[in-house]
C-alpha cells in the first residue's frame, strides 16, 4: 500500500511531524520531491531534529528511507545532515537509499540560484539552495544524474570545479544509488509511505505561478518521483495548519494585515514558531484560505486532510477563516491562475467561535472543545473531505487519530 502525504498549503505545514508519526506503521518511507529547500521539524521527547533532504522515517532505528528520482540533492548538504543525525545518536548506515536517476544540486547552481533570484524585478524569494537551477538544467537536459557519476564522458564535460566538488561524494553517494522502480516493484506488498516537500500552492504546475519552487510537490509527482505510475498511489493524504503561512514573495489573499492586525500577526507567528526552518526567515501569517485548500484538495485528489497546529487558536475568543474572494467586486470561489486577480483578492471571512481551553492534553477526538469540531466541520463540509488526524502539539504524542490510513 501506498499512501502519499502532501502539503495542502505553501509548504511547512507540519509533514514532518506527521510523516515522522506515520512512518511507525511504514515499511519504508520516499522523500519524492524537492531538495535542500525543505525544512521538516521533528520533536521526540527532548530531542528536536530539523530535516531537509534525508525523509522524516530515519529517526526510527530499523526503517529504510530513499531520495527519490524527484528530488534534487545537494552532496554537500546531504551528508551535512547525515552527519548531523550520527551526532544525535542515529544510526543511519545502510538505510538510507538515492534513486540514481535523482538530479544532482553543484555549488554553482546555488550562487546562480540568489544572483538570479536579486536580479529579478519581483523576486521570488527563494531558498538560494540551487533547486529553480538544477530543476531547469534537468528540463533543458543538461542535469547530473545519480547514475551519470560513473558515466565517463559526461563527467568529462563538466567544468574542473564541478568534478573537485563531487569528487570527494562520489563513492558514497554510488554506494547509496538504487533502481527506485526495480525497489518500489519488490516493495509492491509492503507499507510505504510517500513524502511530500513544498506544499500544493508550491507546485511548479498547480501552485501561484511564478511564486512557486519548480518541483512536483503535487500528488501526482509521489508517482513520477518514486518511478511508479499514478494508479500505484492508494491514499493521498494533504496536511495544512488551522491558519496559513507562507515564506518568500507572491499572492496570499488572506495574510494577515501587518498594521492593523499586527496583534494577531504576532500571536500567530510567536505561538506558532512561524519562521524557517531552511533559511530563519519570519513566515508570513493569515487566516485559513478554504479557497484554496480546497483548491490543493481538488489538484491534488486528497482522500483525508490532517490538520495541524490547532493549538495555536487555543487562547483566542473568535476565529475566522476565508470562505471566497472578492475581486473586482465579484464573489470567486474557484482559485484564480491570474497572479494579479490574487493580488486584489479580499477575503470574504467566515466567523467561528473560539474554544478557549488548552486542546494540547486531548487524547481522542471525543475530547475536543464542541468548538474547535464546529470548526473542523466547516472545513470537511467545505472542502468535502473528511479530517483524518488532528495534531494539538509538536510531539509524536500529540496527535489524534480519526481514521487510520494504512486501514
Ligand atoms: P517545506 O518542505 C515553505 C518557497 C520559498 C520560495 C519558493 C521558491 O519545508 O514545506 P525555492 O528555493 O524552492 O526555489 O523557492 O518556495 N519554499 C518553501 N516554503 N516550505 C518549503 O518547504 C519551501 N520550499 C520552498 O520560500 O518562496
Ligand atoms: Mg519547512
Not at 509533514?15 to 525544512?39: C, E, M, P
Not at 546531504?78 to 535523482?102: C, H, N, P, Q, T
Not at 488526524?389 to 481514521?403: A, F, L, P, Q
Amino acid at each position: 500500500m501506498n499512501v502519499v502525504v502532501i502539503g495542502a498549503q505553501w509548504g511547512d505545514e507540519g509533514k514532518g511531524k506527521i510523516v515522522d508519526f506515520l512512518a511507525n506503521d511504514a515499511d519504508v518511507i520516499i522523500r519524492y520531491s524537492g531538495g535542500a529547500n525543505a525544512g521538516h521539524t521533528i520533536v521526540i521527547g527532548d530531542n528536536q531534529y530539523a530535516l531537509h533532504l534525508v525523509p522524516s522515517g530515519i529517526l526510527y532505528p530499523n526503517k529504510t528511507v530513499y531520495l527519490g528520482t524527484g528530488m534534487v540533492i545537494d552532496p554537500e548538504a546531504l551528508f551535512k545532515e547525515l552527519a548531523m543525525l550520527k551526532e544525535k545518536g542515529i544510526d543511519w548506515e545502510g538505510r538510507v537509499f538515492i534513486s540514481d536517476r535523482a538530479h544532482i544540486v553543484l555549488p554553482r547552481y546555488r550562487e546562480l540560484d540568489k544572483q538570479r533570484d536579486a536580479q529579478r524585478k519581483k523576486p521570488i524569494g527563494t531558498t538560494g539552495r540551487g533547486i529553480g537551477i538544477t530543476y531547469s538544467m534537468k528540463s533543458d537536459r543538461d542535469g547530473i544524474r545519480l547514475a551519470d557519476l560513473t558515466w565517463k564522458d559526461k563527467m568529462e564535460e563538466l567544468e574542473q570545479e564541478d568534478r573537485d566538488f563531487l569528487a570527494p561524494y562520489t563513492e558514497r553517494l554510488l554506494s547509496m544509488k538504487v533502481n527506485l522502480t526495480a525497489e518500489m516493484y519488490k516493495l509492491r506488498s509492503k507499507h510505504v509511505l510517500m513524502e511530500g516537500a513544498q506544499g500544493a500552492m508550491l507546485d511548479l504546475d498547480s501552485g501561484t505561478y511564478p511564486y512557486v519552487s519548480s518541483g512536483m510537490s503535487c500528488s501526482s509527482g509521489a508517482a513520477v518521483g518514486a518511478g511508479i505510475g499514478p494508479r500505484a498511489l492508494d491514499r493521498v493524504l494533504g496536511v495544512f495548519k488551522a491558519y496559513s503561512t507562507r515564506v518568500g514573495n507572491g499572492p496570499m489573499p488572506t495574510e494577515f494585515d501587518e498594521e492593523s492586525q499586527s496583534e494577531l500577526y504576532k500571536f500567530v507567528r510567536d505561538t506558532g514558531r512561524e519562521y524557517g526552518v531552511t533559511t530563519g526567515r519570519p513566515r508570513r501569517c493569515g487566516y485559513l484560505d478554504l479557497v484554496a485548500l480546497r483548491y490543493a484538495c481538488q489538484t491534488n485528489s486528497i482522500d483525508g486532510l490532517i490538520l495541524t497546529h490547532l493549538d495555536i487558536y487555543d487562547s483566542l475568543d473568535e476565529i475566522e477563516a476565508c470562505v471566497a474572494y472578492e475581486i473586482d467586486g465579484k464573489e470567486v470561489t474557484d482559485f484564480p491562475a491570474s497572479i494579479e486577480e490574487l493580488n486584489r483578492a479580499k477575503p470574504v471571512l467566515r466567523k467561528f467561535s473560539g474554544w478557549k481551553t488548552s486542546l494540547k492534553n486531548c487524547k481522542s477526538y471525543d475530547e475536543i472543545h464542541p468548538a474547535a469540531k464546529a470548526y473542523i466541520d466547516f472545513i470537511e463540509k467545505y472542502t468535502e473531505v473528511a479530517v483524518d488526524i488532528v495534531s494539538v502539539g509538536y510531539d509524536r504524542k500529540e496527535t489524534i487519530i480519526r481514521r487510520n490510513p494504512w486501514k
